[in-house]
């Protein structure tokens, strides 16, 4: 069976704060590694009230801290508001701390609006064009320092942290396929082109000194609860959320209602219809019927899965039933 892991955004909950979130994703953490998941990636978002992992290198520091097997890293980091020496500097610190467990994807979005890109970059020099050029800088700090190289990522020089480029379009794709480097789409939020990019991607692929074929991963949202019912009630607070921030009010992570659908205007149900579409909430066999569907139509190498859901003890027995889950595929073939 393809490997299973974790994607969070340490959600902070209406009535919560980032403390709280914070605890939750380093609980939750624990639990993924006691469930045989392969990674735990946070993300980096600013300016977002219900977004906890900004500063993403330290949150992965504190969940790396508090387990000691699973992978930790960043699902991603935004290349283009950061000079990639620090981002080696950070990632090679991290690597230092915990070797063998940390990675590194990368994305060329902000992760926020323009105003508060400029704020975090103070200037507008580094932009999203740049992008293949800052990564294969940032690659360049993760090999052996050569003799008279002038700027050198202490530590980060020779640790070769394992790099996977994040793409929610075929930009990526074509990125990660020329740099034979791993691949993981965003299809938890934007699966529109994930077809095409995965194609694109596998067809394009150069074998390179960190990869020697092309490894796909894909996003994908799973709310798992004990009935259908349940599951599609935790759901709801997703789709409040992706509703909140597409009418340009992002707040706090929301409860879950009931009948939330029942009032939906046609746009906000086909916006929630298309950007959703890679998402399953239901019981553990409407789960099961789902993702056997989904890895045989994409035949993924492996997926990260995001829970979004308000209650923590919800969400960490929704990544305990998706492991389940996870084990009859396996046991099945």
Do not use: K
């Not at 740049?130 to 690659?139: C, H, I, K, R, Y």
């Amino acid at each position: 069976m393809i490997p299973f892991s974790v994607l969070d955004l340490a959600p902070i909950v209406q009535g919560g704060d980032a403390a709280q979130a914070l605890r939750n994703s380093l609980d939750l953490a624990r639990h993924a590694e006691r469930l045989g998941y392969h990674r735990y990636w946070l993300a980096e978002h600013h300016n977002m009230a219900g977004v906890a992992s900004a500063a993403t290198s330290i949150v992965i520091a504190h969940v790396a801290a508090g387990t000691s097997t699973i992978r930790v890293g960043a699902g991603g980091i935004m290349l283009p508001n950061h000079a990639p020496l620090v981002i080696a500097e950070q990632f090679g610190t991290l690597a230092s701390l915990f070797p063998g467990r940390i990675d590194l994807g990368l994305g060329r979005a902000p992760g926020s609006d323009p105003v508060t890109a400029r704020a975090l970059r103070r200037h507008l020099a580094g932009d999203a064009d740049g992008f293949p050029q800052d990564v294969l800088e940032l690659m360049g700090y993760f090999r052996p320092a050569e003799p008279g190289q002038l700027v050198q990522a202490v530590p980060g020089a020779g640790l070769r942290v394992p790099i996977w480029i994040l793409g929610s379009s075929l930009f990526g794709a074509q990125l990660a396929a020329a740099l034979g480097l791993p691949y993981a789409f965003a299809s938890h939020f934007a699966p529109g082109q994930m077809t095409q990019a995965i194609a694109l991607y596998r067809r394009e692929f150069r074998p390179s000194d960190e990869l020697a074929e092309p490894r796909v991963m894909l996003g994908i949202n799973v709310v798992a609860a004990g009935t259908d019912e349940e599951a599609r009630r935790l759901w709801t607070s997703l789709q409040q959320a992706f509703v909140n921030l597409r009418r340009g009010r992002p707040g706090p992570f929301p409860p879950p209602v009931d009948d939330f659908e029942r009032d939906l205007s046609p746009l906000d149900r086909a916006g929630l219809e298309q950007a959703l579409a890679c998402s399953v909430a239901g019981s553990p066999e409407t789960v099961r019927r789902w993702l056997d569907g989904f890895i045989t139509r994409t035949r993924a190498d492996e997926l990260i899965v995001s829970s979004p859901i308000f209650d923590h003890a919800a969400r960490v027995r929704s990544i305990e039933l998706t492991a389940a889950v996870r084990d009859e595929l396996a046991r099945a073939g």
